[in-house]
């Protein structure tokens, strides 16, 4: 198991507890709301989406290399965040999958 994958598995204990506590308080539609208040929060989710379109332009070229279907985790990128990646990293097939950007 690669060190990514590892790290993948070890996020997706706590993240989806925080994710579930948010949602629960504030609603799926509520994460979003909390950022357009202020622009630290334009900024942060700004910050957000940034990465997330740097790790899809790595993800959707490596799934293909992979022989996986990108656009399952390319549809959970878009409405889950970075659940999709870690997903992907996740589920890898064998090490040369979760490799990562090379």
């Given amino acids: ?26 609603g799926y539609l509520g994460i979003f709301d909390y950022h357009r208040h202020s622009p630290a929060g334009w900024q942060v989710f700004a910050d957000l989406v940034i990465a997330l379109v740097l790790v899809l332009s790595w993800m959707i070229p490596e799934a293909r290399r992979a022989g996986r279907n990108p656009w399952p ?30």
């Fill in 73 to 102: 985790w390319v549809v959970a990128t878009l409405f889950l965040g970075s659940f999709g990646p870690l997903l992907y990293l996740a589920l890898a097939g064998g090490d040369r999958d979760a490799d990562g950007p090379t």
């Fill in 1 to 26: 198991m690669t060190g990514k994958r590892t790290l993948a598995l070890i996020l997706l204990v706590p993240f989806p507890l925080l994710t579930v506590y948010a949602v629960v308080q504030v």
